[in-house]
């Protein structure tokens, strides 16, 4: 698929979530009420409403301030309360836990009936392992298919076959705490020079500037690709899948010397590898920290905590002045998969059915709707969300592009050497060039 029918694709569907008025649940989609078994999908029907079933439900909302924490929970009685034989089993844990022990389970070919899984690269391996059953049968039920934004199961699917179903479509941007940037003096910064003049301002005043939870490596480095998006521009990591460019290339070390340059200025809290990634986002949420660079989906937790009415948002500024501040790092969410060996695999299906039928409704009103993957209907302003929340919609408009995460993007291996290097970049300044070559080393030895 080339860069531009990507950018494309993921504008597009971005782009829907800003329209006011959408038909609730797409397509006609009903909300299932009824018993499980009154479900069919792909001909087959249910098992007997008497049987006692559990299903084990693997998820990553672990924070029971987090909206979606919420809604899962509420799903999960209403359903277990309309269908009294399914017992369903939640195992919660924070992103890199749950990635480690899917890795576990799946070696071992016990994948839960529902786990998590993130697009294109990161869930291809297990697709090929055959361990995630098919889902188009279940996406015709009750129209949810039609659920979803334009274009975005596709980097679910694989040889036509659909295998997740995404919670998220998001983009990465600043938050920032609008009380402490004035008790520091300081502004929304437009370039990445004035954002290290922030961060030393803010130092002064006792204020740490940014938050992270780098114990999950995953959030390094998406703020590192970030940085990267800027000297680069879009389309990295493709040209280097394409031969086209290395590790080593110019653009790659001038954004790890970025990177360093802002641990060096102190941006981030003390020990931020031992932060995972609830408590990073704690801090920014209680107060503590004056900025935080992370996915949109974390504008529903922000409204709900006790800085909401305090913060605005910001794009990612421009890097020696390169990059196009209107390019995003583009989330398509973690997804929903079910075990191709479930031993309920019918009920499992009807309950995610269910749970995503119900899903872009119940998050509009619990105001954690911001950045979902469904379409969603209603009038953000007039259901209460706050003028952060319509900040960040008015974001989305302005998409013109972006990259995919680099786990999402590379091989299992290079991601994981990937991650390694990024997180040690916190606890130890490295020759820029060292780290692109420790970059190119693993790519080569991952891709022979």
Request: aromatic share 10%; glycine share 8%; proline share 4%.
């Amino acid at each position: 698929m080339s860069k531009t029918k990507i950018f494309k694709m993921i504008s597009l569907a971005l782009a829907s979530t800003l329209l006011l008025g959408l038909a609730a649940c797409g397509g006609g989609a009903k909300e299932t009420q009824g018993n499980a078994g009154s479900i069919e999908t792909g001909g087959a029907e249910a098992k007997a409403p008497d049987k006692k079933i559990t299903i084990t439900f693997q998820n990553i909302f672990p924070d029971p301030t987090d909206p979606k924490h919420q809604i899962m929970n509420k799903l999960v009685k209403q359903y277990e309360a309309e269908n009294p034989n399914i017992k369903i089993e939640l195992d919660s844990l924070n992103t890199d836990q749950q990635k480690l022990k899917l890795k576990t389970q799946a070696a071992s070919k016990e994948v839960p009936d529902i786990t998590v899984v993130n697009p294109a690269a990161q869930m291809k391996p297990f697709v090929e392992a055959n361990l995630f059953a098919p889902l188009n049968d279940m996406l015709e039920v009750n129209g949810l298919k039609d659920t979803f934004q334009e274009g975005l199961l596709d980097w679910y699917s694989f040889d036509g076959s659909i295998y997740a179903l995404p919670d998220g479509n998001n983009i990465g941007v600043v938050y920032y705490n609008k009380e402490l940037f004035e008790q520091a003096g300081v502004e929304v910064p437009g370039t990445f020079e004035e954002m290290l003049e922030v961060v030393k301002a803010l130092k002064s005043k006792g204020i740490t500037p940014i938050a992270i939870g780098e114990k999950d490596t995953w959030t390094g480095s998406f703020l590192f690709m970030n940085m990267l998006l800027r000297t680069n521009g879009p389309g990295f990591l493709s040209d280097v899948l394409e031969n086209k460019k290395t590790f080593e290339d110019p653009a790659f070390i001038e954004a790890v010397d970025a990177f360093q340059s802002l641990v060096a200025a102190g941006a981030f809290q003390e020990g931020a590898t031992s932060f995972d990634y609830n408590a990073g986002e704690n801090l920014f949420k209680t107060g503590k920290t004056a900025m935080y660079y992370m996915g949109s989906w974390a504008t529903g937790g922000i409204e709900t905590s006790s800085v909401d009415g305090k913060v605005g948002v910001f794009k990612f500024p421009t890097i020696n002045g390169k990059g196009d501040p209107n390019e995003f790092m583009l989330a398509p969410g973690s997804a929903f998969a079910i075990s191709a060996d479930s031993k309920h695999l019918q009920e499992t299906k009807d309950f995610l059915n269910y749970f995503m039928l119900n899903f872009p409704k119940e998050t509009f009103e619990a105001k954690g709707a911001v950045g979902i993957g469904q379409i969603v209907e209603g009038d953000f302003k007039a259901a209460g969300y706050s003028d952060m929340a319509m900040e960040v919609l008015d974001l989305f408009k302005e998409v013109k592009g972006g990259d995919l995460a680099f786990d999402n993007t590379m091989n299992p291996g290079t991601a994981q050497a990937h991650l390694s290097s990024i997180q040690n970049l916190f606890v130890q300044n490295k020759d820029s060039a060292e780290v692109a070559k420790e970059h190119q080393t693993a790519y080569e030895a991952n891709n022979n």
